[in-house]
């Protein structure tokens, strides 16, 4: 079965612009998590979509934002890109319909600002 | 708030050696605890979990025990292989909190032949 998919792998691009990110879960799965990963921060938790409804969301400002699609997929999408914002942003999914169900990581998409 | 603190890496060893990464946790309620193991360039991969107190958590030779009185969690393995070297992270997600997870910081383990 194949794992969770995420688009594009690499992304490179300057401050002030703005960013979609693509996350495709494992069939089946209805919940799909987002997550930023850098080097000062660690793994800090963005949002988390369930039957394309936002169920819970981090402390990250409102430039931040995600959706969810009938079929599951979820982008993201980050506004007026910030030098910090150089991260890289992994996809979870997971079955979804109870809670702390294993989840199923990507293997990211690593953003770079220039 | 809730939190997870692991000991600091890098943590060094030979092959065949015994592993312990220690991992405490704060958190209201009862936690489901995980870990996960991170390759160079990839995801995070699941490892073991235990959703409650005393629980034991396995998976390739690894395990850890949920262990309430002192909330804790330590990774262990008897005998690490130089394929185990990875960054590995202690979760939790606490309940109503859907799939949040909280992680620590993450301990890089190398383990040389």
């Known amino acids: 079965k194949a794992g969770v998919t995420q688009t594009p792998r690499y992304l490179i691009k300057t401050r002030g612009q703005q960013v979609t990110l693509s996350c495709s879960p494992i069939?089946?799965?209805?919940?799909v998590s987002w997550y930023q990963q850098t080097p000062g921060q660690g793994l800090q938790f963005l949002f988390e979509?369930?039957?394309?409804?936002?169920?819970n969301k981090g402390n990250f400002p409102g430039r931040f934002s995600g959706r969810q699609f009938s079929n599951s997929r979820s982008e993201m999408n980050v506004s007026t890109l910030e030098l910090g914002d150089s991260a890289l942003y992994l996809c979870?999914?997971?079955?979804?319909?109870?809670?702390?169900?294993?989840?199923?990581f990507g293997d990211g998409t690593r953003l770079s600002i220039l | 708030g809730d939190s997870v603190t692991q000991m600091e890496g890098p943590v060094t060893l030979s092959e065949e050696a015994f592993l312990t990464i220690n991992c405490t946790y704060t958190?209201?309620?009862?936690?489901?605890l995980f870990w996960y193991v991170q390759y160079p360039g990839e995801g995070l991969q699941l490892l073991l979990k235990?959703?409650?107190?005393?629980d034991k958590g396995s998976n390739k030779g690894f395990e850890a025990t949920y262990r309430k009185e002192t909330t804790s969690f330590h990774l262990e393995k008897g005998s690490v292989q130089v394929s185990d070297s990875a960054v590995y992270f202690c979760?939790?997600?606490?309940?109503?909190?859907?799939?949040?997870?909280?992680f620590g910081a993450g301990t890089r383990l190398a383990v040389h032949p």
């Open positions: 958190a209201t309620g009862y936690p489901s």
């Open positions: 979870a999914s997971s079955l979804g319909e109870i809670e702390n169900q294993p989840q199923h």
């Open positions: 979760a939790l997600s606490a309940y109503g909190g859907y799939n949040k997870l909280i």
């Open positions: 235990a959703t409650k107190a005393d």
């Open positions: 069939s089946g799965h209805r919940s």
């Open positions: 979509y369930f039957s394309e409804t936002q169920r």
